[in-house]
């Protein structure tokens, strides 16, 4: 059973995605010279790492763009797994989330005969490490604040290319739960629009280039010149870029 739809994006980096999940989210796999790097690790329904291997054998650093369950899941399966320290506690911790609602969360809409053996997978990893202490080529690890304390985008500079986890997607960007932050998600997204970005890589659904990002920023100006730049600000989208305060 094939779970994870592997694309290649170019020589030296894989998409992998569960498209067959509702949040159809995605993973990014770099080769690198010695080492590989790993941007989050999906939501654990299935596992990862065998799929990795048949890609490429060498040793994988896992860095996490946050600690929520549909990024961490199979987080478990490696040794060295970098992440914020504002998301490390529920890194090392789990979510505060009853098992049953994240079950709920994880299978939903999931065809069932895949589901047989299907036990919920620790979603914690024992000893993370800071992303303050870890380099991969060029790459640029930005603290991005707002859907939760600890994100991060990661920004290929020389490529121009923005990994953004769930600080930028197509569909709802949450920021209405209590670890968020509107004010903080805007800072975030003001500082973003600064960088020369041709291509968004998301967590959730498809490619998209820096328009997304200039949609996201004009839906937080609006919030703020209404003054409902805060939680229970509702929900505003300029064509499929939404936010949910
Ligand atoms: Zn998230
Ligand atoms: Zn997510």
């Not at 799929?51 to 490429?56: F, G």
Request: glycine residues 6%.
């Amino acid at each position: 059973m094939n779970w994870y739809k592997i694309d290649r994006i170019n020589e030296e980096l894989y998409r992998i995605s569960e498209e067959n999940h509702w949040e159809k989210t995605n993973i990014y796999y770099f080769i690198g010279e010695n080492r590989n790097l790993l941007i989050d690790t999906g939501t654990g329904l299935f596992p990862l790492r065998k799929v990795l291997e048949a890609i490429d054998l060498k040793p994988i650093d896992v860095v996490l763009t946050h600690a929520h369950w549909d990024h961490l899941g199979n987080v478990h399966e490696f040794e060295n797994v970098y992440v914020h320290p504002e998301d490390m506690e529920w890194t090392r911790l789990g979510l505060p989330l009853p098992d049953n609602k994240i079950i709920e969360m994880m299978t939903k809409d999931v065809d069932e005969s895949n589901l047989i053996d299907f036990e919920l997978p620790p979603l914690k990893h024992e000893n993370p490490k800071s992303i303050h202490d870890f380099e991969f080529d060029n790459l640029r690890f930005i603290h991005t604040p707002g859907h939760s304390p600890g994100s991060l985008c990661i920004y290929d500079e020389k490529n121009k290319r923005l990994f953004s986890g769930d600080t930028i997607y197509e569909g709802t960007v949450y920021c209405h739960y209590e670890s968020t932050d509107p004010v903080k998600l805007k800072a975030s997204i003001d500082r973003l629009s600064d960088l020369d970005i041709e291509k968004v890589y998301p967590g959730h659904y498809h490619q998209l280039d820096d328009r997304a990002v200039d949609l996201l920023k004009r839906i937080l100006d609006e919030y703020k010149r209404e003054d409902k730049l805060h939680h229970g600000g509702g929900k505003k989208c300029i064509d499929k870029v939404c936010v949910q305060l």
